[in-house]
């Protein structure tokens, strides 16, 4: 039931920028997009969000279309441990919070 | 995020057996949460915690219960474990004021009942 679609797997040369990309053309006006990513036998790590801003921080930048119907998280220069499967979420009201649907995701394989 | 701790990283127990699983978090937040996590179906919400007199329960929780000890403490309890309860459990917390606060998780706890 996940509201988003990435592409299953990615390759990057290591030092070079990663792009991921995220379609979620039903995400409504008020919510944000979040990227997180999971290294097997971790726990899911966060990395960023974001509502229509383009945003930054010290692991990657998101830039969000302005119809926000799709994203796309940058790694400016991916490292072999940057090795991971990486999620799109849009989150979903459940009891009275909110729940992260992790998808399929897209498995980034950082190659040296 | 080694800020949410989790124990035990794994464990192998029997039907029947009542486990608990603990969460620590040195965050300062005041949301705590219970997942698990089973091959091809994702995160589904066991309980969560918004504060330590609040515990709310999630999409599946029938099976399960939860104490919330103190701020920084959410422990979840399996009374009497059964087979279909093998799976991955992920703690999680986030702050609070304003609804986009991310959620921030643990390693996770491997659990498999014989």
Same mark, same amino acid.
């Given at each position: 039931?996940?509201?988003?679609?990435?592409?299953?797997?990615m390759?990057?040369?290591?030092?070079?920028?990663?792009?991921l990309?995220?379609?979620?053309s039903?995400?409504?006006?008020?919510? /944000?997009?979040?990227?997180? %990513?999971?290294?097997? &036998?971790?726990?899911?790590? $966060? #990395?960023?969000?974001?509502?229509?801003?383009?945003?930054?921080?010290e692991?990657?930048?998101?830039?969000?279309?302005?119809?926000?119907?799709?994203?796309?998280?940058?790694?400016?220069?991916?490292?072999?441990?940057?090795?991971?499967? /990486?999620?799109?979420?849009? %989150?979903?009201?459940? &009891?009275?919070?909110?729940? $992260? #649907?992790?998808?399929?995701?897209?498995?980034?394989?950082?190659?040296? | 995020?080694?800020?949410?701790?989790?124990?035990?990283?794994?464990?192998?127990?029997?039907?029947?057996?009542?486990?608990?699983?603990?969460?620590?978090?040195?965050?300062?937040?005041?949301?705590?949460?219970?997942?698990?996590?089973?091959?091809?179906?994702?995160?589904?919400?066991?309980?969560?915690?918004?504060?330590?007199?609040?515990?709310?329960?999630?999409?599946?929780?029938?099976?399960?219960?939860?104490?919330?000890?103190?701020?920084?403490?959410?422990?979840?309890?399996?009374?009497?474990?059964?087979?279909?309860?093998?799976?991955?459990?992920?703690?999680?917390?986030?702050?609070?004021?304003?609804?986009?606060?991310?959620?921030?998780?643990?390693?996770?706890?491997?659990?498999?009942?014989?």
């Open positions: 039931d996940a509201k988003t679609t990435q592409p299953p797997s390759d990057c040369a290591e030092g070079r920028a990663a792009n990309p995220c379609n979620h039903t995400i409504s006006g008020n919510e /944000y997009v979040y990227w997180y %990513r999971q290294i097997h &036998s971790q726990g899911p790590q $966060y #990395i960023i969000h974001g509502l229509k801003n383009n945003e930054t921080n692991m990657a930048s998101l830039i969000i279309t302005e119809d926000r119907k799709s994203s796309t998280l940058i790694l400016p220069h991916a490292t072999l441990r940057d090795t991971a499967v /990486y999620y799109c979420i849009v %989150r979903v009201a459940t &009891s009275g919070t909110y729940k $992260y #649907i992790f998808g399929t995701g897209t498995r980034l394989k950082v190659l040296a | 995020d080694a800020d949410v701790t989790q124990t035990p990283r794994n464990r192998i127990t029997k039907t029947g057996k009542r486990i608990m699983l603990e969460c620590s978090q040195t965050k300062g937040h005041d949301r705590m949460y219970w997942y698990r996590q089973d091959p091809g179906l994702g995160l589904q919400l066991i309980y969560y915690s918004f504060d330590v007199k609040d515990i709310n329960k999630g999409e599946i929780s029938d099976g399960y219960s939860v104490s919330r000890q103190a701020q920084a403490k959410f422990s979840l309890s399996l009374e009497s474990a059964i087979p279909n309860q093998t799976a991955l459990y992920f703690c999680a917390t986030s702050a609070s004021g304003g609804g986009n606060q991310p959620q921030h998780f643990g390693d996770g706890t491997r659990l498999s009942i014989l």
